[in-house]
């Protein structure tokens, strides 16, 4: 057989090869027939790859110049003599080029590392606050986006970018994060690897943070977070997953979450190519989910165990790379209960059931307190504002509501609170928030809706749960001229669009609760100390009350799953 050989060629003889052929090849000067040429550390000449991976009869040939090798007849003595003398001398450029071999397939192994195993910069994480624009959010923000960046001196870190929600754009969306993706594609979508979401009151650990997204190939789609889900199906979401709710997992926000930017690009896409939906957003973290999952065609999230809502001083925080700050605001001293006016909303149709829940629960903690009906009843006492009852909507009556409260019929408070007969409220709890807010300004304060926020939209403070105003806020509002289309017109919306038109933020608090306590998921109620909860259906609504709402009242639920936590 003859071979020549004018480059670093592998030559694997007829015996050693593996796999099917493809007859026979020409390549330069050397005859490959059922072979695998192998050009540098790439099969790139190889039929079936196996070949080069499993040929036992691979061997590296220097380029020898004119080299030409004639095999002698084995019985020859010369023949013999020949065939070692050049074994002898292709035996040392072999071992050399087997040291190279090993060196050059060590980074090519290396270069093919998931990026799980390689070096992720904390500048390639985006972190965005989901700050909102009243002055003591701002404040709250501003104190995480300091300690972030104290973090990363600490670390000898190049510092990251750190967004403030509120400040990004003039969109009222943005808060619902899907009108914001393109944005954060546009920005960050070549340079960085993973956008990292934070309420204000989420603490984090930034180095034990690092080493968690370290461990996810950021080249691929990824939905991080704390893993919510329902016990049952649940009006604020829909009753989706009903034969099942807990199949359905959803990111805790206060814990932090995360996007992959392989993500964020592709959600942009779709964003453009489909424009959001004109609808309600009501419960965002479960929406956010159900749009990325988009029916099994996108990522679910991925529980994180690292991301808790954990208080910081409690022992097992140690394993968290995020905590949360508080379980319930207090700025100060709480607001005097004698600084909040209070109206319930109600009809005479609900005098005998629900006005009694009220004077046994809650109502006894109010030092001004009216109930406002279509008929004036003494025994309770309830007071007709000379607005019809209407099946839904309310809007005449709260609007009624909100004259009064600037009339001299009522003493003068800085705080209106304005709730329906079947919410269930902690008049202490709310106090206490309260006195992180200044009334001089036009604060809108409860659990906060929004419709139409994909095509620009408006929020608004959902009614079932409490509207808390501000003094200057109610001025605001009724001097700009806004008014009822109608007296069912929804109050809350209606209200909504007047403050958006006026640029008065609606300010949120997951505190408050449109639904009852079984429409929330466990977890996600035992890191707060909630103010409000609504709806008597298919409850005991003095039960719950006292289980939930009671000043200093615990549930060993609550407490069991705090603690089990981690």
Not at 361 to 373: H, K, R, V
Not at 461 to 484: H, N, W
Not at 517 to 536: G, V
Request: aromatic share 8%.
């Amino acid at each position: 057989m003859l071979v020549t050989s004018t480059a670093p060629f592998v030559v694997v003889s007829d015996v050693a090869t593996r796999g099917r052929s493809r007859g026979t090849r020409s390549t330069g000067n050397v005859l490959a027939k059922q072979s695998c040429v192998m050009i540098g550390a790439h099969c790139s000449e190889c039929w079936i790859e196996d070949q080069c991976k499993h040929s036992a009869t691979v061997s590296w040939l220097p380029a020898l110049s004119a080299l030409r090798i004639t095999m002698l007849p084995i019985n020859s003595q010369y023949g013999y003599s020949v065939a070692q003398y050049f074994l002898l001398l292709l035996l040392v450029p072999l071992v050399t080029a087997k040291g190279d071999d090993v060196e050059s397939h060590e980074k090519i192994h290396d270069a093919d590392k998931p990026p799980s195993e390689s070096q992720l910069d904390l500048k390639e994480v985006v972190f965005v606050i989901q700050s909102q624009r009243n002055s003591f959010h701002v404040q709250q923000a501003e104190k995480l986006r300091k300690d972030l960046l104290q973090q990363t001196q600490a670390l000898q870190e190049s510092p990251p970018v750190i967004l403030l929600l509120h400040t990004l754009s003039d969109n009222e969306g943005d808060w619902s994060i899907l009108p914001l993706l393109p944005y954060l594609s546009s920005q960050f979508g070549k340079n960085s690897s993973w956008i990292m979401f934070l309420e204000e009151d989420t603490r984090v650990k930034l180095q034990k943070l690092h080493k968690v997204l370290k461990k996810f190939d950021r080249r691929k789609e990824w939905f991080l977070g704390k893993a919510l889900h329902d016990e049952e199906s649940t009006i604020i979401h829909h009753y989706a997953f009903s034969e099942n709710p807990v199949a359905f997992e959803y990111p805790d926000f206060s814990a932090g979450w995360a996007l992959s930017i392989p993500l964020v690009n592709r959600l942009t896409s779709k964003i453009e190519d489909e424009p959001l939906k004109s609808d309600f957003t009501i419960d965002l973290k479960h929406e956010v989910a159900l749009y990325i999952w988009e029916d099994g065609k996108g990522p679910r999230l991925t529980g994180v165990p690292e991301l808790c809502t954990l208080p910081e001083q409690n022992p097992r925080a140690q394993y968290c790379a995020t905590t949360v700050s508080s379980h319930s605001p207090l700025c100060g001293q709480p607001v005097n209960c004698e600084n909040i006016f209070v109206a319930v909303k109600t009809c005479k149709k609900f005098h005998s059931d629900r006005v009694p829940v009220v004077k046994k629960t809650w109502g006894e903690q109010a030092s001004l307190l009216e109930y406002y009906s279509d008929y004036a009843d003494p025994s309770i006492p309830t007071i007709n504002l000379g607005v019809p009852n209407t099946e839904r909507g309310h809007c005449g009556k709260t609007f009624a509501i909100l004259r009064r409260f600037l009339s001299s019929h009522v003493p003068k408070t800085d705080w209106l609170l304005i709730v329906d007969d079947d919410t269930l409220i902690s008049l202490p709890r709310l106090q206490a928030l309260l006195s992180c807010y200044d009334s001089r300004e036009p604060v809108c304060l409860g659990e906060r809706y929004g419709y139409g926020l994909g095509q620009g939209g408006y929020s608004y403070i959902t009614g079932g749960g409490g509207m808390v105003f501000s003094r200057e806020a109610v001025v605001q509002l009724l001097a700009s001229g806004c008014k009822c289309y109608s007296n069912d017109a929804p109050d809350d919306m209606v209200l909504g669009m007047c403050l958006n038109a006026l640029r008065v933020p609606v300010t949120h608090s997951p505190l408050f609760h449109q639904a009852r306590p079984e429409d929330y998921s466990r977890e996600f109620l035992a890191h707060q100390t909630p103010i409000s909860f609504h709806k008597h259906w298919n409850i005991d609504p003095i039960v719950v009350f006292n289980k939930w709402l009671k000043s200093g009242k615990h549930t060993e639920g609550l407490q069991k799953s705090t603690k089990e936590e981690l």
